[in-house]
């Protein structure tokens, strides 16, 4: 008897268990939240339901939520300004009190007559409401049933990013929205906006037209692979007007992104140098590039040049409302200094015994013209090479070593080494991929990164900002491919962004990214299927 009752209490045990697990197998949340308890039933919402939110600090939140029902279900919930009226299903919004919050956290609670959600930041409500959507039925309509659960949620990293590059490829401000959205569903608030390089200038600047009028515009471009050499003919530009940017800006921010500009210098600047050509050493003419790669023509290190970026870096302070300005530093070929005797005397001057030396002065100079704007700088790992500037946080990219080094000086770090978080790389076998920089990066490796190096000390550790994913757009022609780069590559790297390290999971990712995909098929994303493998 004993006996029985001990096989029926484990039958149910584990069919329990077993409908437990299937519920949270079956749940395409990404990323994954810290806690998910799920309970059973559902929770239905339809035109009845009401939204109530006791804060009027969250209004821009719901008014997303609603829009979104609107276009995507063409639901209308209630929004009642007063309290609920009894006996009908409710969403409710509170503020809430977590002890040491972390920016973003939120708890949602969903049963099967009312979901409250509770956060002490508007960013928290977003992401609680990020999250309820990704458990909205992919085909619902008329009445959506979420799963009842309970969710406590924060993420691991402060910045969770995405770059795009806009010189090489531009791309419509219909499009970098749409990123910066897709951003956001993954909960990611960072995005860096690549807008100058060698082969085009993309941000307009009052006081240098020609920047746009002549940087932003070249007679052609690189076809097919680097190592081909081959050029077409065709005129090939764009560029954002302010209005346009401000715009943009302003609808992250109701996305909850910060955007982080990025104005390359002292190399990567060919469009600048074509427009103003007295801003090089030699001030020679030379012409937006159309060749990828890296230029020898680079702004000089003279007070006009100075002058000339600080009325640039005024407009782009004033545009972005963010603490950070990215000022590239990357890749800077000496050969223009070296032959340049103005640069030699500053050498002599200044006891320069490299031209490291006479980088990092440059950087200097910089990172004081931003930080008077009330500005910080961020730049790529080189900045480190001839000495950090003082207050510079630093990108990693040509491996981890340099956002060590930075962490160890106490420099604020946002990891992105090449290997894991560089998304022009492959991600599947190149022989059946679109043509692309190089590299191999499958969606799995990105999973498998660890942004916050070993060899850290704790105090250290907290130097590392997070992570972010780069898309350069040499190979990428139009916006589908940038989509087929970027996903799902950011959605394993949104995951690896915010939750705690011992909760990754592949193979769990994996299972939730496939029922998620059915989300991207509806709002007609072009992932690449071969992540899934085909
Ligand atoms: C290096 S990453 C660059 C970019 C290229 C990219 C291609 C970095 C700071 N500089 O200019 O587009 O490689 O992967």
Not at 234 to 245: N, S
Not at 302 to 325: N, R
């Amino acid at each position: 008897m004993i006996r029985y009752s001990f096989i029926l209490l484990s039958l149910i045990l584990s069919a329990f268990i077993g409908s437990t697990q299937t519920l949270q197998k079956n749940l395409a949340l990404i990323p994954i939240p810290v806690e998910c308890k799920m309970a059973s039933g559902n929770f239905t919402i339809s035109n009845a339901t009401q939204i109530f939110i006791s804060n009027p600090i969250f209004e821009k939140e719901i008014v997303y939520f609603q829009n979104y029902l609107k276009s995507n279900y063409q639901i209308s919930p209630l929004w009642v300004k007063k309290a609920p009226i009894k006996n009908s299903s409710y969403i409710e919004v509170r503020f809430g009190v977590f002890k040491d919050t972390i920016e973003g956290q939120y708890r949602l609670n969903i049963n099967s007559n009312k979901i409250i959600i509770e956060a002490s930041e508007a960013s928290g409500v977003f992401y609680a409401l990020q999250s309820l959507i990704q458990l909205l039925p992919v085909n619902g309509k008329v009445s959506l049933a979420v799963p009842c659960l309970a969710i406590e949620d924060f993420p691991r990293y402060k910045w969770r990013g995405m770059h795009l590059d806009c010189s090489r490829h531009f791309f419509s401000t219909a499009f970098v929205k749409k990123y910066i959205e897709m951003m956001a569903s993954y909960k990611m608030n960072v995005f860096h906006w690549h807008l100058t390089d060698d082969q085009g200038w993309r941000i307009e600047i009052k006081h240098y037209p020609m920047l746009t009028e002549v940087g932003a515009w070249r007679k052609g471009s690189m076809v097919g692979p680097y190592a081909d050499q081959k050029f077409d003919s065709i005129p090939y530009g764009g560029f954002y007007t302010q209005e346009e940017i401000k715009d943009i800006v302003e609808y992250a921010s109701m996305l909850h992104v910060t955007i982080v500009p990025e104005i390359e210098m002292p190399g990567h600047a060919l469009a600048a140098l074509a427009a103003y050509p007295e801003f090089s050493c030699s001030g020679n003419p030379c012409e937006v590039g159309m060749k990828w790669g890296v230029e020898t023509n680079v702004f000089c290190p003279a007070e006009h040049t100075f002058t000339f970026l600080d009325d640039v870096l005024s407009e782009v302070a004033s545009l972005f409302p963010g603490k950070y300005i990215h000022i590239g530093g990357d890749e800077v070929l000496k050969d223009e200094w070296e032959k340049s005797p103005f640069c030699q005397q500053i050498m002599q001057n200044n006891g320069f015994k490299n031209y490291n030396e006479l980088q990092s002065f440059f950087i200097k100079r910089i990172e004081y013209i931003v930080r008077i704007k009330g500005k910080s700088i961020i730049g790529w790992d080189e900045i480190l090479d001839g000495g950090l500037a003082p207050n510079a946080a630093v990108m990693s990219w040509r491996g981890i070593e340099g956002g060590i080094a930075a962490a160890k000086q106490n420099h604020d770090v946002v990891m992105t080494p090449g290997a894991f978080c560089y998304f022009d790389h492959y991600q599947a076998d190149p022989k059946t991929e679109p043509l692309a920089i190089g590299g191999f990066t499958t969606l799995e490796k990105v999973y498998s990164y660890e942004p916050t190096p070993d060899s850290l000390s704790v105090e250290e550790a907290k130097h590392i900002m997070g992570a972010q994913g780069n898309v350069w757009t040499e190979y990428m022609y139009n916006s589908d491919q940038v989509e087929y780069m970027a996903m799902p590559r950011m959605a394993a790297l949104a995951e690896i962004v915010w939750v705690p390290k011992e909760k990754k999971n592949y193979q769990n990712f994996y299972q939730r990214l496939s029922l998620h995909r059915k989300l991207l098929d509806r709002k007609g994303i072009k992932y690449a299927k071969s992540a899934f493998g085909k």
